[in-house]
């Protein structure tokens, strides 16, 4: 499961902002942006990150994750539409390329703390 990978990065990126805070955190929120056409289950993300925090310096952390929709555009009849799957043809045109507008971000949005 490369979630678990995932997530172990994600703590590793939090616990290198973290240094630079000089008081005791009792609570952290880590805020996650995740694209719907980045290949990673969000719900299998948050297991690996329940998974990875447990060896870390941040066990008590919670992530919030907020999914992007896919949105793709397509550069022969220049429409745009949402997506759950990337596609090889455009669904209104049949033809292509499309190119991908949204949905394949993964990327530490913020963090919370007190």
């Excluded at 990978?5 to 880590?30: F, N, S």
């Excluded at 919670?62 to 220049?78: D, F, T």
């Excluded at 539409?81 to 949005?109: A, D, F, M, Q």
């Amino acid at each position: 499961m490369h979630e678990v990978g995932i997530a172990l990065d994600l703590i590793e990126q939090v616990e290198k902002k973290l240094k630079e805070v000089k008081e005791p955190i009792q609570t952290l929120k880590i805020s996650v942006r995740l694209g719907k056409l980045a290949g990673v289950s969000a719900e299998a993300l948050r297991f690996g990150f329940e998974i990875a925090k447990k060896d870390s310096r941040i066990p008590f952390a919670q992530i919030a994750i907020k999914e992007i929709p896919g949105r793709v555009n397509c550069l022969s009849c220049q429409k745009s539409y949402s997506t759950e799957t990337i596609e090889p043809i455009c669904r209104n045109c049949g033809k292509g390329p499309l190119k991908i507008v949204s949905g394949k971000e993964l990327s530490l949005e913020g963090l919370e703390y007190e």
